[in-house]
């Protein structure tokens, strides 16, 4: 292979057995299989893009440039089409945002991921899915877009497992967590919540400690029992995050279904309603329920008075997505100080 600055360049008939082995040996690539960058898809990637060496900032913890042809590299080597990059784009500046705290997250012996939202009709052009299976597996853009924003982080700011991305055990969503938002679901989007407008090409970046499954209670019927299972969990992972103040600080995400969402829409429980019973539901059971009181038996230096699942009720943000069923998902935030960002997709001709 050739070198184009510090990226190097595969040749057309390039063996991928052969590039993947030399691109690893290099300290590029997650470990999985990749699809060479060649010459060829690298201009097919470009295409029509302007400025594509303009730095948009430093990526940590080594501080490499991010540039829409930094970028672009990773993207063809996680199979990304053209028309995706300017997503991917969005995606990776969002996550320099001072607030989002990338710094943190790549260098952490925790394990968390970056994540990726999407909203807006960008979805459906890209064929990005916001139904069964969003974050895994089966969906070629879904799974694209994330593991480019993750091999254009780590690998444009150096975070190498072991030497500067000190996670200890790791996370599977490393490699790719990425999903859509319903478009014009029950519930204002996210990006409508944080004034970006109806129908707008965004994306929100999520410093995820993991993925929790939570299900309503028995026989659903009414809101409470709906939702009651996700406020246990944001209390839960408050707990096991060892100092449960931290949660104070931060945020919750949940992933809510269409179904179970259709469901509080019937019975009048709007977005703040949601977001309001999930604080307060989560504060109680995080300051006198059963795993609290245990936890505070365990743990004599456990205050429980003044605890909180999130910094408010805003901080709680639910997004619709997923299929048939109602089966929740939970995105527990990292604790060590990251805040979610927004931001719109915007064209790179």
């Known amino acids: 292979m050739t070198a184009a600055g510090s990226l190097p360049v595969a040749a057309d008939d390039a063996d991928p057995s052969a590039v993947l082995v030399e691109l690893l ?9 990749v699809v060479p960058p060649t010459a060829t898809r690298l201009s097919a990637m470009l295409a029509g893009v302007r400025d594509a060496d303009v730095s948009y900032g430093q990526v940590p913890p080594l501080f490499g440039d991010l540039t829409v042809r930094a970028v672009a590299w990773y993207a063809v080597l996680a199979g990304c089409r053209p028309a995706e990059l300017p997503l991917v784009v969005a995606a990776c500046r969002a996550a320099l945002d001072d607030s989002f705290n990338l ?6 012996t925790g394990a968390p991921a970056v994540a990726v939202l999407v909203h807006g009709p960008v979805a459906s052009r890209l064929g990005l899915t916001s139904g069964s299976g ?7 853009a879904n799974a694209g877009v994330g593991r480019a924003v993750s091999l254009a982080l780590a690998g444009l700011g150096g975070a190498t497992a072991g030497l500067t991305d000190m996670t200890t055990i790791g996370s599977p969503a490393k490699y790719t967590c990425c999903t859509a938002e319903v478009r014009r679901g029950p519930l204002p989007s996210l ?8 129908d707008v090409d965004a994306v929100t970046v999520v410093g995820a400690a993991g993925l929790v499954e939570v299900l309503p209670g028995e026989g ?14 944001m209390a839960g992972v408050a707990l096991a995050a060892g100092d449960p103040a931290r949660a104070g600080q931060s945020e919750q995400f949940l992933l809510l279904p269409p179904e179970p969402a259709e469901l509080l829409a019937m019975h009048g429980w709007g977005y703040d309603r949601i977001a309001g019973f999930l604080f307060e539901q989560g504060n109680a059971l995080l300051r006198t329920g059963a795993s609290a009181l245990a936890f505070r038996a365990a743990v004599p230096a456990y205050a429980a008075d003044d605890l909180r699942v999130a910094a ?16 929740m998902l939970l995105l527990p935030p990292w604790t060590g100080g990251s805040r979610s960002v927004t931001a719109p997709v915007l064209p790179l001709e």
Not at 220 to 233: F, K, T
Request: aromatic share 2%.
């Open 25 to 33: 040996a290099a300290g590029h690539g997650d470990g999985l299989p």
């Open 103 to 108: 710094l943190g997250i790549a260098t952490t």
């Open 134 to 140: 969003g974050l895994g597996t089966g969906n070629r």
């Open 191 to 198: 990006a409508q919540r944080r004034a970006l407008g109806v």
């Open 220 to 233: 659903y019927r009414e809101p409470p029992s709906v939702l009651g299972p996700a406020a246990a969990g």
């Open 312 to 327: 408010s009720a805003d901080d709680v943000h639910v997004v619709v997505t997923g299929g048939a069923g109602v089966k």
